[in-house]
């Protein structure tokens, strides 16, 4: 699966809010799962309501770095 962007459709460049996003993924059969973030600011990812990674992981502004998260032990089936 290919990655790809996710942003809030009223988010302004610069500006002081929090966003909230959830997914929601069923696996019939659990294996090996790892996402990476980037974010322009501060981020928690919580799976199955374990925190996991806070980020980002900083850079240049120029130059956009991400963390690599294993999500397997978090992983359960349903």
């Known amino acids: 699966m290919n990655g790809r962007l996710i ?3 009223h988010a302004a460049r610069g500006a002081e809010t929090l966003y909230y996003f959830e997914k929601t993924v069923c696996l019939s059969h659990p294996a ?3 996402v990476r973030l980037m974010a322009d600011a501060r981020y928690q990812m919580w799976v199955n309501g374990t925190l996991i ?3 980002p992981c900083k850079g240049p502004r120029h130059l956009r ?3 690599e998260v294993d999500l397997t032990p978090y992983l359960s089936r349903g």
């Open 53 to 55: 990674a806070c980020g």
């Open 7 to 9: 942003r809030h459709p």
């Open 65 to 67: 770095y991400y963390d």
């Open 32 to 34: 090996e799962a790892r």
